[in-house]
């Protein structure tokens, strides 16, 4: 390259950087550079741009392509063809899918539902494989086909997809803006389902998973959409948000880092917001609570039978894990009673002790050997008064205790019977 197309170039990622309004920010700087690069913002309503860069050119979508599916599945749901509790069967293929997954075993199930927030949410992998197989008629490859089929009748014009979770393909792309168009639809074309992008958390078979896009507690009006990554793509975002009655859709691709691409987004959506001339406001702060992030995540989007719906599902899912808690807290309570428990005792014959009490014919014998008197009254179970001694117990002779003379000599045994 010669001096003077390096020097044109610098010029122009400069006017580019300061009409962003980020020529202080050095991760922008690095972003604009590099050639995974792209960004577009856009007014929702109209459509109409006003930040683009490289928008058209081609880039890998990554789990941007969940935005995709989630759109074909809302679509079933409105058609009818399926519901939300339909159970989706999970493929020896869509168990295999990594690295972001829920850990889906193959020949379990999951529902519709639990497809849709595991892919806004965690991103899973699996869960995304395991619904397009399910809405393709058992075969992913024939969903990516009707993705792409659909996609083009939507507008996006540049994007074919190839698989139903974003993994890494090579003739899977799309543009910046064909990115907007489809944030754009969800927004319009289903806002009773676009809460599902607002989700801060999504509880699944005890795990509790956060949602990866960091925006909805960092940027104030934000309220969706998703997050993707893969090495080929850097790191991606579609961004919504919202601010006095205007609302902006973003799309980044090439992010050196999530932290990288976040910091930029918010840069882009300030200066979109400037520009319809909403004055910028301060960063959310990160440790807001999630009862605000649920709040404000939804508020402004989902109808309020959904947001309804889906805080009575996450009430179910913690009351259930709860009981859960309670019940394993029981059982062990339990387990400690039963082994703290006394055994029951067990009557075994054995000699008599030193000191021990004598009753019946052994006391007797044992008075007659020591030629002390003895003295029992009737129900007399009490020691006698003079005990005799071990070796004289041991060499008592029971049977001639019991012979006739020894009983003639004392009448208290006969009264004691």
Same mark, same amino acid.
């Given at each position: 390259m010669?001096g003077t197309?390096a020097?044109l170039r610098?010029r122009?990622v400069?006017?580019?950087?300061?009409?962003?309004?980020?020529a202080?920010?050095?991760?922008?700087?690095a972003?604009?550079?590099?050639?995974?690069?792209s960004?577009?913002?856009v007014?929702?309503?109209s459509g109409?741009?006003?930040v683009?860069?490289?928008?058209?050119?081609?880039?890998?979508?990554? /789990?941007?392509?969940?935005?995709m599916?989630?759109?074909m599945?809302?679509?079933?749901?409105r058609?009818? =063809?399926?519901?939300?509790?339909? *159970?989706?069967p999970? /493929?020896?293929?869509a168990?295999?899918?990594?690295p972001?997954?829920?850990?889906?075993?193959?020949?379990?199930?999951?529902?519709v539902?639990?497809?849709?927030?595991?892919?806004?949410?965690?991103?899973?992998? %699996?869960?995304?494989?395991?619904?397009? @197989?399910?809405l393709g008629?058992?075969?992913?490859?024939?969903?990516?086909q009707?993705?792409?089929?659909r996609?083009?009748?939507? &507008?996006?014009?540049n994007?074919?997809?190839?698989?139903?979770?974003?993994?890494?393909?090579?003739?899977?792309?799309t543009?910046?803006?064909?990115m907007?168009?489809l &944030?754009q639809r969800?927004?319009?074309?289903f806002?009773q389902y676009?809460g599902?992008?607002?989700?801060?958390y999504?509880v699944f078979?005890?795990?509790?998973?956060?949602?990866?896009?960091?925006?909805?507690?960092?940027?104030d009006g934000? %309220?969706g959409?998703?997050?993707?990554?893969?090495d080929?793509?850097?790191?991606?975002?579609?961004a919504?948000a919202?601010r006095e009655?205007? #609302?902006?859709v973003?799309?980044?691709?090439?992010?050196?880092?999530?932290?990288?691409r976040?910091?930029?987004?918010m840069?882009l959506?300030?200066q979109?917001?400037?520009g319809m001339g909403?004055?910028?406001?301060?960063?959310?702060?990160?440790s807001? &609570?999630?009862?605000?992030m649920?709040?404000?995540?939804?508020?402004?989007t989902?109808a309020?039978s959904?947001? @309804?719906?889906l805080?009575?599902?996450?009430?179910?899912?913690?009351?259930?894990?709860?009981?859960?808690?309670?019940?394993a807290r029981?059982?062990?309570a339990?387990?400690r009673?039963?082994r703290a428990?006394? =055994?029951?005792?067990?009557?075994?014959?054995?000699?008599?002790?030193?000191n @021990?009490?004598r009753?019946?014919?052994?006391?007797?014998?044992?008075?007659r050997n020591t030629?002390?008197?003895?003295?029992? @009254?009737?129900?007399?179970?009490?020691r006698s008064t003079a005990?005799?001694?071990?070796?004289?117990a041991?060499?008592a002779? *029971?049977v001639?205790?019991?012979?006739k003379?020894?009983?003639?000599? &004392?009448?208290?045994? #006969?009264?004691?019977?």
């Open positions: 010669s197309s020097f610098s122009a400069r006017a580019l950087m300061l009409a962003l309004g980020v202080s920010a050095t991760p922008a700087a972003q604009i550079g590099s050639e995974r690069y960004a577009l913002v007014e929702a309503r109409n741009a006003l683009a860069a490289n928008p058209d050119e081609r880039r890998y979508p990554a /789990s941007l392509t969940k935005m599916t989630a759109y599945a809302f679509e079933a749901l058609e009818g =063809k399926v519901e939300l509790s339909s *159970p989706v999970v /493929s020896y293929s168990a295999s899918m990594s972001s997954k829920l850990g889906l075993a193959p020949g379990t199930t999951l529902t539902e639990d497809c849709i927030l595991a892919m806004a949410t965690k991103s899973a992998n %699996d869960a995304a494989a395991a619904l397009g @197989e399910f008629g058992g075969s992913e490859d024939r969903f990516a009707m993705m792409t089929l996609a083009r009748s939507l &507008g996006m014009r994007t074919t997809f190839r698989n139903a979770s974003g993994l890494p393909d090579a003739e899977q792309t543009t910046a803006r064909d907007t168009i &944030g969800l927004i319009r074309d806002p676009y599902y992008f607002s989700t801060p999504f078979r005890g795990r509790t998973l956060f949602n990866h896009n960091r925006l909805l507690q960092q940027y934000a %309220d959409i998703k997050t993707g990554y893969v080929d793509s850097g790191f991606n975002l579609v919504s919202q009655g205007v #609302r902006l973003a799309a980044v691709f090439g992010g050196r880092t999530g932290g990288e976040d910091r930029h987004m840069a959506l300030d979109g917001f400037t909403i004055a910028p406001r301060s960063p959310v702060m990160a807001r &609570g999630l009862g605000g649920v709040a404000s995540a939804h508020a402004a989902l309020q959904r947001r @309804e719906h805080a009575a599902r996450t009430e179910r899912a913690r009351a259930a894990r709860e009981a859960r808690l309670i019940a029981a059982d062990r339990a387990v009673v039963v428990a006394p =055994k029951p005792v067990r009557a075994e014959p054995r000699l008599a002790q030193k @021990e009490p009753t019946g014919l052994l006391r007797m014998a044992a008075a030629r002390q008197p003895v003295r029992m @009254e009737q129900g007399d179970t009490s005990a005799a001694p071990r070796a004289a041991v060499k002779k *029971p001639k205790a019991a012979e003379p020894a009983v003639k000599a &004392g009448a208290g045994p #006969r009264r004691a019977s």
